[in-house]
């Protein structure tokens, strides 16, 4: 679905990820960990195509949906949009209007993650876990074959921990593909298997 070959990376020079091996398997969870800085959420920006290798290839087969949920989102904050309307993004096709199905979806994953009550509200005017769980919520109302998400828990109390990772077993069961950075014990022992990022210090 999503292979990821010899692939290596640089910020300025500075080496981040060096020849790194992995592929999205079906119905699957694999977990990315490493330290602070090893280059997690580097090597899911690559695999989403949204930073381009310096080394090395993802290949991405054809008709392949990929969703990210990215670690860091604060920008988004600025545009005016409610809660609602952010997870409706996430069923936006180029060309179609909404049916019901994804107005169904939408409902369906807002009560499951327990933001229906702040449909209304914007982004900005929401707690650290309550923004998290309307991008997860945005993230999971799509259809794709290869969910990767990077660190989706950080934020979140307990029992919403919970709700993501029934969210997460259940699209594994479906025949998702999950690549999920994490530092939580707790999540990585959800995975089939585990890619670990070890820390790489600057050119010298
Ligand atoms: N835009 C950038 N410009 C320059 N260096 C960057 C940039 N983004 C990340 N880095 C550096 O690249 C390295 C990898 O960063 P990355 O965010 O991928 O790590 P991570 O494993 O996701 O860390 P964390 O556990 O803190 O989320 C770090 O040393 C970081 O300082
Ligand atoms: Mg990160």
């Not at 381009?52 to 990929?66: I, K, L």
């Amino acid at each position: 679905m999503l292979t990821a070959s010899h692939l290596g990376f640089r910020y300025a020079g500075n080496p981040v990820l060096h020849d790194v091996n992995l592929r999205a398997e079906p119905a699957s969870m694999l977990a990315v960990t490493g330290p602070n800085g090893s280059g997690k959420s580097t090597l899911l920006h690559l695999l989403a195509g949204v930073e381009q290798p310096a080394e090395g290839t993802v290949r991405r087969d054809p008709g392949v949906r990929v969703a990210l949920l990215p670690q860091r989102t604060a920008d988004i904050d600025a545009l005016p949009l409610t809660v609602a309307e952010c997870v409706r993004i996430g069923r936006f096709h180029p060309g179609r209007w909404p049916r019901r199905a994804d107005r169904n979806a939408v409902t369906e994953i807002m009560e499951r993650l327990e933001i229906a009550h702040l449909a209304r509200r914007r982004l900005r005017e929401l707690s650290g876990g309550q923004r998290q769980r309307t991008l997860i919520a945005q993230t999971f109302v799509q259809e794709a074959a290869v969910y990767l998400l990077d660190e989706p828990t950080a934020a979140l109390d307990t029992d919403s921990r919970r709700r993501v990772h029934e969210l997460l077993t259940e699209r594994v069961r479906s025949g998702a593909a999950l690549i999920v950075a994490s530092h939580d014990d707790e999540e990585t022992s959800l995975a089939d298997a585990r890619h670990h990022l070890e820390q790489r210090g600057p050119v010298r």
